[in-house]
Structure formats: C-alpha cells, structure tokens
C-alpha cells in the first residue's frame, strides 16, 4: 500500500502538508501525529494541517513516495492503540515518519546545509577583539568577553588571594589547601603567583586522584563485574582495581589524550603480549588500560544468565558506553533503528559495534571468569605452574610421610575410640570410614555422619599418642610443608580485554533482536564523523592498515587511531566532548550543558567559538591535558569571583542571563562527594596520602547502610584512605557519598547533579564519621594550641576548615558558643577540659557543617 | 546561550513564555512567590480536592491481569490452541504462540460483585471499596522503562516522579517531615533503582526520600553519640548565623537558601519521625490484620502499615514497593504463573488489603488514594510451558478511595486479554485523574524547563485527559 506525502515549501517559508493514500480514514491533526511520535519538529511550529517554517528557507518542492516495502520492517509503530491507529490507518504512518526525519534533516537547527555543529571538522576560529583590553589575561577571556560585551554585561571582580588558593586546590588535588599553603600563596609577591601556584598543584600527586576520578566517572568505572543488584553480594572483578591507579598514574604523567585512548580501547593490540617471554610493566601496563572496556554489567557468569540476548547485550552497551563518553553521543538510540535526531544509521551502529565484537563475541563468548588475564606471561605462567607443580609434588610426598608416621597412633587411637561405641555398630562404622566417601552405601554416609567426627582423632590428639622420634619426625615434616608452600609463585590477575579467537561476520540485528539478523556489516566509523567525502565503509576501505601486534584483528586499534587522527570529524568532537568536560570541572557547568550528549538533542554550546577554540589547541598542543586546565584556569574568566552581591549590575545580570550562561561569575560550586570525605580526613589530619592498590572493602550494615569493613567500633583516629580508593560498587556506593550524589553507575556519568537535600543535613549533623572527623580536629587544635585562649584556638579550626581567620563577628559569635558550652563548669580538671574539648569539637562539626565549607567559592 | 535563542532553539518560540506569564498573571498558576524560601510549604490547589494524599502500591514486575482481575473464559476454553494474532513478545519462549488459561478459579467478590481471582482472596475482600480498570496500557515492554513510564509519565529516564510532582504541587501539610516517602524492602533495589522516585529537573526537595523500616528509618536521625538537646540548639544557632552570613554573598543561590531551610527541617524531623517506627501504639489486632505476625507478609506488612502512619501524620506521596527477594521483580511470572503468583499473593494480598481496610476504618480513605497497580501486564499465551511474558498492551490497576468510584470495573480488553479494547485508559491519563483528585489540573501544574512549560502529562504530546468515569460522583 503506498503513500505519497507532498511537503511544498513557499516562499514565504509556508509549508503545505499533505497525504494521499488508499485509505482515507485519517482523523486527528498533523499536531497530533507529531507529538505522539514525540516528533520535534525543529525550527517550525505546527498549525492545524500546515507546517510554518523558521525562515526564509530557499524554495524547494519535495515529493516523497514510499512504500511500506521500501521502508523495511521498522515496525515499533505496528500494531499500536486504536488512538494511535486513528491517524495511522495504514503504512502509511511509516511514510509520515521517514518524511518528518527526511524534514527535519533538511530543515533542521541550522537550516541550508544541515551538518550538526558537533558533528563538522574543527576549524580554529580566530580570537575575537573587544573593548575592554585589560582584563582578558588569556584568549579564552576575549572569547567570553565578546560575548558579555554583546550583551551588555560586566565580568565579575577577581576573587581573592585566599578564595583563589582553595578553589585552585579542590579543583587541582580534590583537597583543602593547609594553612600554609594559603601563606605561601598570600606571600608571594610576583605578579605569576597563581600561575606558579597552579602548576606546583598539577605536579601534585593528589592531582591524579582528583582528575582521574572525573575520568572514573566518564568511563563507568565499577570494581564489581555484574549488575550489582543485591546488596549483601559483591562479585569483584579481581584486579579492576588496577585500571583505577592506571588512570590515576596517566593524569599525574600528563599522557597525551591520544595515547591514553589508543592504550584504553586497544593497548592490547599495541603489544604482542600473547607471545612475549614475559610480561614487562610496559605490557601489563597496556592490558590494565584495556579494563577500560570492561564496565559495562556482565552477569554471564551465572550459568542461567550466560545467554546470548546477555552477551549480545554486553557486546553493545561496551560500543554505546564508548560512544557516550568519548563522543558524547546517544548511540544507544540506532541499536534498533536509525537515530531519531542524530544522523547516525542502524548500520552505522552496528559498524561501530563490530570494532567490539572480536574480543565480546556473543559466539565465542568468554564467562566473566574466564575473561581474567594473569599478569604474567604464557612462558612464565607455564615455568610457574611447573614450578608449584614440582612444590605440590614436594609436598604430596611430605604429607605421605607424615601419614605413614602418624597411622600407627592413627589407628590406636580409632581403635580405642570405636571400643567405647556399641559392639553392634563397631565393624559396620569401621568398614565405613574406611570406604571412600563417595562410594559409601546410605547406611555407611549415615554411620559416617554420625559418629565420623566422635571417633576420628584430631592432629593433636595424634601428635600426643606419638612417640617422642615419630613426634619429631613430623614436626620438621610440617615444617617443610609450610616453608615450600610459601615458596610458591604466585600471580594477580588483570581484567584486560583482548580479541576471543576469529571475528565472526557482525549482522544488522533488526528491531535490535539478535534472533532477527539482517544484512552483514564490517567494521566501520559512523558516517557522519567521516568528513564530508566519505562513508565509513569508504574510510576503511581506504585504511592501509593499522601496525597492530599479535594475533588479534587489529580492529579497536584502527578505531583509537581514527578517533585520535586529529583531523577527522570524529578526532574533533572527540577534542570538543573533552575539553568541555575540563570546562564543566572548573566553571560548574560545560560549554555544552549537556556533556553527555553532543547530538542535536543535547544543548548548544554557550561559546561556540570557544569551544571550537579549545578543542583545536588541546590537539594541537599533543592532546595534553595539564596544559589546557592550566590555559582555562589562569583565565580571568576562571578567576572572577563566584560572590553576586545586590547590585544594578548583579541585578542587570541577573535578568539578561539568570543562569549565567555567559558567565559573568565564576559559579559556586558544591565540592563532590569525595571531595567532602577527603577534606574531613584531611583537616582532620586523618588522611592516609597512599596511592593506589586494592579497593577498602565496604560492606552493607543491617540497617541499610553501606559502610567501610572494619571501621565500626574501630578507633576515631584510625585513619583512611581517599574515597576513590573505596571500593566502587555500581548500585550500592558507601553511604556517605551516596548522600552527597556520587552516582549509581548504571553506565556512566559525564556529570554529577549536585543536590542539597535534608539527608546531607542529617549526615553533616549526626554521622559518626563526621563526629570523629570533628573530635580530631578539635585534638589537632589542642595539641597545635595547648596554653592559648578560645579566640586563637577559633582562629585555627577557620583556619584549617575554612582556609581563613574568622571575621571579628564571626570570632565573637563562636567565643560566646564556646563560653556557653563549657558554662556549668566542672569541678576537677580533666573534667573540665573534657568538656572544653567537646564544645570545641562541636565547633569544629558546626564549621563542616556550614555552607562555606561545602561550597567552592 | 541567551534566552531569545535558547527559546528559538527549544522551537517553542515565545507562546510558551508567553503563556506561562499570563497563566500567572491570571493567578491560573500556582503562586511562585515564597516557594524559593520554602518549597515545601503547603499551597492550596487549583481547585477544591477530594483528596489530600497518595500511596502507591508499585507491583513491579507485571502483575498477570488474566490470573488475577481480569477473568477469562475463552482462554481456559481455548487452552493450548495456538492464538491466531501474533503477540508483541519480550524475550523467548513463548514462541509457539498458544494460548495459556488461568490456572486459578474466579469468583464474584463484594456486594458490587466485581471478579476476582482466588489467589488474591484478601484484595477479594475489600472489592467494594476497589476502583478497578481493566483497560489500562503502556508504551514498552521492559520492566524498567514501563516502570519509569508508570511513575514519570514517559519511559525515559530523567523526568520527574508523579510524587516529586504532587510534592512540588502541594508542598507538605506536615513541615517535619518530607512530602513524598518511598519505603522499599531494606534488602535492596528492584532493577530500576532509585529511578522510580526521582525529582527530574524539579529542585531536589521533591525527589522522594527514603524511609527505611528497619533500623532508623533514616540513616543519622540522631546523632551517632547522644547530645544534650541545649548544646545542639547552640549549635544549630552558631550554624544558622554562619550560614546566613555566608548566604549574604551569594543572594541569590537558592540553593544556599535551601540547606539553611534543611537543618531546620532535620531538627523538626527529629522529633517526628523518631517515632514513626514506634509501632508499639498500634494494637495487636492492627499489627495482626497487616500480617506483622507471619514472616511471609511481615516486610510488606510493615510498609503498608508505615504508609498509613505516614500519610496519617501529613505526607503527601507515599510508595511502598513489594519485597525484592526472590526476585526483583516479584510480579515477574516468566515460568509458572501458579506458583510464582502463589508466592508473591501470600506476601503482598493481605497487607494491601489491610492497608484499604485500617484506612476505611479510620475515615482516611476518603482523602487518600491507594493506587496497586504493576507497570504493565502480561500475555495470553504461555512462555517456558506455564508463564506468561510482559505484555503493555493491558493491565489491570487498582484504585481505592480518593473520591474514585467504590465497587466500579472499568473498561475491558479483548477476549484473550492481549489488548485492552473498551475505554481505553493511558498511564498519563491515569495521572491526569489522581492530580484532578488532588485538585490539580494536570495542564495548568506546570515547571518551566528549557523554555517550555513541562508538565507531568505532557498532553499535548500524549493526549493525557481526566477519566470522568472513574470518579464517583
């Protein structure tokens, strides 16, 4: 059954709608047929029958004519409600769509040509000139001027010395300055002080933390293997940990982006580990990166779950995961079928997909279990595995001999004991034990279980019937035992990814459905990344062919390099998807809002030039991540302050632009969840600075909570480690940062959406740890302050919490809270400073507790 | 990005704004005004309501229409003959397409007389005081999309709960406690999380807290080693000028203004919902009627009975969730619909009827709107032998009290019970009903988000309308 839709586009950009087909049974409006698709249709508004277009788009006449053949089986609109078949009473519903996606791709946001900003090659665009000369500092300042001047909008002042030493602080290492970092930096007297400031925060190695925990994030780090969804069971990915220090030692070294994408999607392929004598930390170095792949929930490796919808599943959501966080894209959306806003195909996906279909083939499938890598290699695993085997067999012939001395006093002992049993019993029990377990008859396993444990003896009931010889005999048996036992290699375990035997041919799966495969598709780009030329098919089939090692099909090495050329439209979003999330980091929200999503249903970018302006440099400066924090924070953009006082301007401000979009502020900010952890810890002078190493076990308590093992009840001053070393579940994330937004990792997360609901109250209020945190800050102060008076002992816990002396108001208010605290007073001393110390700690809990200390200013 | 192209971009142009400033200036919208100092505050309605609140019994898994509400003889007749129409399926096993009759028997329940099934003889019980509709659908398959659909009107993640959005509508009549309260079963998550009750793009407040009913019912209500009641006032004062001050600089971060308003609303919650777990002032008949008694239908017990206390004492929006163990998602019958349904009736039918009950029983009925409903149904034909796979295409929801018509079956599906044929009602138009017994009109509960006007139901996209005939007149 065919239909013909006309769209006649006027010249004055009417648009004329009309359907003719074999049923004329159509009701409802054209508005009601687009908005139950959820249609939107861009740049237009719908009225009654007709479509009026934005603007003066160039004359054109489009007749479409399709027929339920030539549109495939897309058949989610089958069937549907009687509503919906109102308007749909025959295929004709399918034409309607394909020529609304025909419409809007011709129309689209930005009219003539239609190529989605994200998706264009960068170009560098010159730095623009404005008025006022003085206050950019860097190019990035003219490009955000322009725009405020355009708008008739003042930047806001710098913030000062000391708001500027905390905030470079937090966004640098994830941690408080200390009171002598504020020093120094209020002391230093050069005019470069904060850019000297900022690059001694990039050399820290808290900086690797702080940054590499954004990247956990984007990434969908977890260090379970499945879904996580009982509270009471952790199925850890043995050795996931070790991706997390990768990453943690990749930001600190400032790897180029470029390198620690190839290493992440294909550091497999780079090496040829399979053969290699032995695994040098180059080798495992690039299979941990490979981790990076393995996020995304594989519960196959319970038997019932190990089915091929399952692995299917796992093999696309590692292509979609991938596509979100290095190109901010939906791409879930054209599993099933094409993208509805984003020119990106089925095929497309499935080409993109078929990069990752070789080491997650749904065919050839690898149980989660069957996935680890030991980190050593084949040649030394076998000479390892020989090696114990020689010690197993050391052993065996040890435990022999120990039995062989110990059977006498063995059977002596049986023997006595079966004497004390029933006479009727004795011959049958003994026959038994003596039967192997398995092949005992049910009257012997009944015998067994009963009286086994009452008539075997235990080792030291053997040991004390020995005679004095035999007795040392087994000692120095034992012994050995022990010794060759410890002597054994041992090995850990990397949860690498890697290329599981041939590729099989990838299909086109339609509706998504594995059981319904289509055409074969090769591994290819997504189209619309492949420049204006040529087709993701064309693009490979161009490809001389990446150098990759090994016996593996090179396939996710051919992706890391298209993505990372540098000049392809994808090496350019790519460059754009991260320097916006730099951006997000240290301004609170991206050029791009919706960091996630690049496509054209995500937001638009405030700056547009600016963005294409960063992401050139970051590629032109060696996909260098250090340098581009460093460029946007000594902005002055960066630098103004986030305070906005009442004023005309503010006022001005506030009405042209009441999200700030355009940044005539620097934005408050609430510290992250990990953020508040580590800076109790570290104010409280609790903080363990180790990096790196396996996660800090976290279990579930029965009331709900999940907590660190081994905390509860354990000493205050016990002291921990960072919170991205906690131990990182995908449902159930340790409490207190639950509370404060660390996200549950159903994938990823570009951004975190801060909130400030009453359970953070609560927590900041009434939390042990929070308490131990304010016990020992209030210890601190003691000890720093011993014989001075409550106004300097108030000066130091501001100085540690809040980077700064308190104001006299504010001394005087928290003297008067002291005095009040500390009033009935006690009769002996220790009773006296006990409670001194507890109005103190109550203090120093009020500070963490205040909004200045959740915020970066 | 400015405004002007923010609106140009969103395609809404200026008719939206436009008409959001005219609704307000008309005083069509709720009053803005204040809510940013208290956004819990309670506001009076559009109109006169029926009701005042909501609990939602949230039967994840897809509780089986044709086994439980929805009796089907034809299906019994028809029993392993292969259906001709060719059913939307989910996942495999129910490929040979032959019809599945119910292995329970049905009986006229109540004075209305409405059917219902055996193994639901409790909910049986109370079926005059049942709204029931047959006929309701959905828009997909998967347990989490049909639930997020269920709960925020459309299957995608992001939009905000039905309870964030009477929270955000009404505020809180009782100002201790939140206005809208999810009691889960305390060992753990169904597969979507906390998804079911999230604010979307309203402000935090709204998004639906959790209560747990084992231990604290909140994680530090108290503090971890007591305090005299004189040292936390102090400090809570110190706190409240260090806050204010500090707020002074940043005038207009509501955000700032928000915490301040949540250590005053922790101190309330405090006292209050200390004492929403004493279970000690409810009798032993009310404990026994709820099933506190019986290990079965305790867990389920507890949140039907903690529901009541709470929306006794002023919380607008309270959804209880079935427990999590076996499964998930315990309505979720793939393999045998007798004994899976068997299971999971003999923990959720009686306290779900007790709860109808000990409201009935203590004039709360009226005012309250118990909803028991599953995020979609399933099929007329068999999976793995004697299951059932999902199916959107009908479901049978249960409303009681609120004003929605007592001992009323509405609308019916087809003679096998795949689709729902006679008056037809959507999940938004089941939104569009509750907030109109709220006394909100679900066109008029508007949030401005990227220069449009969302609202729950987003009509002119889904079409959402009240029922008229749900309501008792």
Redesign the interface.
């Known amino acids: 059954m065919a239909s013909t839709v006309f769209w006649e586009i006027g010249l004055r950009g009417r648009v004329q709608y009309s359907i003719y087909n074999n049923c004329t049974r159509r009701k409802g409006t054209v508005?009601?047929f687009f908005?139950?698709f959820?249609i939107?249709?861009?740049?237009?508004?719908v009225r009654g029958n007709a479509l009026t277009a934005p603007s003066r788009s160039s004359v054109s006449i489009r007749i479409i004519t399709l027929t339920k053949s030539s549109l495939g089986s897309c058949g989610p609109f089958k069937?549907g409600?009687?509503?919906l078949r109102r308007f749909l009473p025959c295929s004709g519903c399918l034409t309607l769509v394909v020529a609304t996606l025909l419409w809007n791709s011709a129309v689209g946001?930005e009219p003539v040509h239609g190529v989605h900003w994200g998706f264009k090659p960068l170009v560098s665009p010159p730095v623009p000139s404005t008025r006022d000369l003085r206050w950019p500092a860097t190019p990035v300042d003219r490009f955000v001027l322009a725009r405020l001047e355009a708008?008739g909008l003042q930047p806001a002042a710098r913030a000062d010395r000391r708001k500027l030493i905390r905030r470079a602080s937090f966004d640098l290492t994830g941690l408080p300055p200390t009171p002598e970092d504020i020093q120094r930096g209020l002391d230093d007297p050069s005019p470069d002080w904060f850019e000297r400031l900022v690059d001694r925060l990039l050399e820290s190695e808290h900086f690797g933390e702080r940054w590499g925990r954004h990247w956990l994030d984007w990434s969908g780090y977890v260090d379970v293997i499945g879904?996580d969804?009982?509270?009471?069971t952790v199925k850890l990915g043995e050795g996931k940990w070790r991706y997390r220090d990768y990453v943690i030692r990749a930001f600190n070294r400032d790897m180029p982006f470029d390198e620690f994408i190839t290493q992440q999607l294909a550091g497999d392929e780079t090496v040829d580990w399979r053969n290699a004598s032995e695994f040098s930390p180059d080798i495992i170095n690039r299979l941990t990166a490979t981790t990076f792949l393995r996020h995304v929930a594989d519960d196959t490796d319970e038997n019932e779950l190990n089915t091929a919808?399952i692995r299917h599943g796992v093999w696309q959501r590692t292509a979609e995961l991938v596509a979100n966080n290095l190109l901010a894209l939906t791409l879930h959306c054209a599993k099933c079928h094409d993208h509805k806003y984003d020119p990106i195909s089925q095929r497309d996906y499935y080409r993109f997909a078929a990069h990752f279909a070789p080491a997650f083939n749904p065919e050839r499938w690898l149980q989660p279990k069957d996935r680890n890598l030991p980190d050593i290699s084949t040649t030394e695993k076998k000479a390892a595995d020989q090696f114990n085997q020689e010690i197993d067999a050391a052993v065996a012939r040890l435990e022999k001999r120990r039995a062989e001395l110990e059977a006498p006093a063995r059977s002596r002992s049986i023997e006595e004991k079966l004497a004390q049993l029933p006479v009727e019993i004795r011959a049958d029990l003994k026959s038994a034990l003596q039967t192997p377990s398995e092949k005992r008859s049910e009257v012997q396993k009944y015998l067994a279980d009963k009286f086994e444990k009452s008539v075997l003896p235990t080792p030291e009931q053997i040991r004390a019937a020995l005679a004095e010889t035999a007795r040392a005999e087994v000692a120095v048996a034992e012994e050995e035992i022990l010794q060759l036992n410890h002597s054994k290699k041992r090995w850990g375990m990397l949860q690498a990814v890697y290329d599981v035997g041939l590729p099989s041919p990838t299909r086109i799966l339609q509706r998504g459905n594995h059981?319904n495969p289509g055409d074969e598709v090769s591994a290819g780009f997504l189209t619309a990344l492949c420049g204006p030329s040529s087709t993701g098919d064309k693009l490979l089939g161009t490809d001389p062919g990446a150098p990759w090692v090994g016996a593996t099909s090179g396939r996710r090495l051919r992706l890391a390099r298209w993505l990372c050329d540098g000049a392809s439209p994808a090496s350019g979003l790519m460059a754009r998807v991260m320097v916006n999330r730099m951006w997000q980091q240290l301004l609170g929200v991206g050029l791009v809002e919706t960091s996630d999503n690049f496509g054209v249903a995500g937001?638009?970018?405030?700056h547009p030039e600016l963005l294409e302006w960063l992401a050139s440099q970051f590629i032109q400066s060696g996909w260098r991540i250090k340098p581009m924090l460093r460029l946007i924070m000594t902005s002055a953009t960066y630098l103004q302050s986030?305070?906005?006082?009442?004023s005309p301007a503010a006022d001005r401000a506030?009405e042209?632009?009441p999200d700030n979009?355009?940044l005539w502020k620097q934005r408050?900010r609430?510290l992250d969840a990990e953020v508040i952890r580590d800076s109790l810890l570290a104010v409280a002078d609790l903080l363990d600075p180790a990096i790196g190493g396996p996660a800090m076990p976290i279990e579930y308590?029965?009331?709900?909570?999940m907590v660190l093992k081994g905390r509860e009840g354990a000493s205050p001053r016990l002291p921990s480690r960072r919170s991205v070393y906690v131990l990182a579940r995908r449902?159930y994330p340790l409490?207190f940062l639950a509370?404060f937004d660390q996200p549950?990792m159903?994938m990823n997360c570009a951004r975190r959406t801060?909130?400030?609901?009453?359970?953070?109250?609560?927590?900041m209020?009434?939390?042990?740890f929070v308490?131990e945190q304010s016990a020992a800050l209030a210890l601190r102060v003691d000890q720093a302050t011993a014989h001075a008076s409550p106004a300097e002992k108030i000066t130091k816990v501001f100085q540690w919490a809040l980077s700064r002396p308190p104001a006299p108001?504010?001394a005087s208010?928290?003297e008067r809270?002291l005095s009040?605290?500390t009033s009935p007073v006690a009769a002996d001393e220790p009773a006296k400073s006990m409670v001194r110390r507890q109005a103190l700690t109550?203090?120093c809990?009020?500070?963490f507790?205040?909004?200045?200390f959740?915020?970066i200013? | 990005?400015?405004?002007r192209?923010m609106l140009r971009?969103s395609?809404l142009?200026f008719?939206a704004l436009a008409w959001q400033s005219l609704a307000a200036a008309e005083g069509k919208g709720l009053p803005q005004e204040g809510r940013a100092a208290n956004p819990l505050i309670p506001r009076p309605p559009h109109r006169s309501p029926k009701a005042r609140s909501v609990i939602l019994l949230m039967q994840n898994g897809g509780p089986s229409q044709m086994d439980l509400f929805d009796p089907k003889p034809e299906l019994k007749k028809r029993e392993g003959q292969t259906y001709a129409e060719k059913v939307?399926k989910f996942?495999?096993g129910s490929e040979a397409n032959k019809l599945l009759g119910s292995p329970f028997a049905f009986h006229h329940r109540g004075s209305c007389g409405m059917e219902m099934s055996e193994v639901i003889p409790c909910l049986g019980s109370v079926a005059d005081e049942l709204c029931m509709i047959r006929s309701m659908?959905t828009e997909h398959n998967n347990h989490t999309e049909g639930l997020v659909m269920f709960n925020t009107g459309k299957i995608f993640p992001g939009r905000p709960a039905l309870g964030s959005w009477v929270s955000y509508a009404l505020g809180s009549v009782n100002q201790n406690l939140?206005a809208y309260i999810v009691l889960r079963d305390?060992?753990?998550?169904n597969?979507s999380?906390?998804l079911l009750w999230q604010n979307g793009w309203l402000p935090?407040?709204h998004?639906g807290?959790e209560i747990?009913t084992?231990?604290?019912p909140?994680?530090?209500?108290?503090?971890?080693?007591p305090?005299a009641p004189e040292?936390r006032e102090?400090?809570l004062e110190?706190?409240a000028?260090?806050?204010t001050?500090?707020?002074?600089?940043?005038?207009?971060?509501s955000?700032?203004e928000?915490?301040?308003q949540?250590?005053e609303?922790?101190a309330r919650?405090q006292l209050e919902a200390g004492e929403l777990l004493d279970l000690q002032r409810e009798s032993a008949d009310t404990r026994k009627i709820y099933g506190l008694d019986n290990p079965v239908t305790a867990g389920y017990g507890l949140r039907c009975l903690m529901a009541r206390r709470l929306v006794e004492s002023g919380v607008r929006f309270v959804q209880v969730f079935p427990p999590v163990k076996p499964q998930?998602q315990p309505w979720d019958s793939h393999s045998n619909v007798k004994t899976e349904l068997e299971r999971i009736c003999a923990a959720c039918d009686q306290p779900s009827a007790a709860l109808i009950q000990d409201l009935k029983a203590r004039g709360l009925l009226e005012e309250t709107i118990v909803i028991w409903s599953g995020e979609f149904g399933r099929l007329p034909v068999s999976q793995n032998g004697s299951g059932r796979d999902h199916n959107r295409?009908a479901f049978t929801t249960l409303i009681a009290g609120g004003g929605f018509r007592a001992g009323h079956v509405h609308g019916s599906t087809d003679e096998v019970g795949y689709r729902s044929?006679e008056k037809?009602v959507?999940v938004p138009d089941l939104h569009a009903t509750l907030l109109n017994q709220l006394g909100l009109d679900h066109d008029r509960l508007t949030f401005a988000h990227?220069g449009r006007g969302e609202t729950l139901t987003d009509s002119?996209?889904?079409?959402a309308q009240r029922v008229p005939e749900l309501i008792s007149t």
Request: proline share 6%; with cysteine.
């Open positions: 508005e009601d908005s139950h959820q939107p249709i861009r740049g237009s508004r069937g409600s009687p509503r946001a708008a879904g969804n009982d509270a009471g919808d059981l937001s638009r970018p405030s986030s305070a906005a006082l009442d506030y042209v632009d979009r355009l408050l609430r308590r029965p009331d709900g909570m449902n409490s509370t549950i159903a801060p909130s400030a609901v009453v359970s953070q109250s609560l927590t209020l009434n939390d042990a308490e108001d504010e208010w928290c809270f009040g605290q109550s203090l809990q009020t500070l507790n205040s909004s200045e959740l915020y200013e | 990005m400015s405004r192209e971009v395609g142009g008719g939307e996942q495999k659908y939140p305390p060992e753990g998550y597969t999380g906390t935090a407040q998004r807290t747990n084992r231990g604290a909140l994680w530090n209500l108290q503090p971890a080693h305090i040292a102090a400090q110190l706190l000028r260090l806050n001050k500090h707020r002074a600089n940043h005038p207009r971060e955000e700032l928000a915490r301040i949540n250590y609303l922790a919650m998930f295409n044929v037809r959507s990227h002119s996209v889904t079409h």
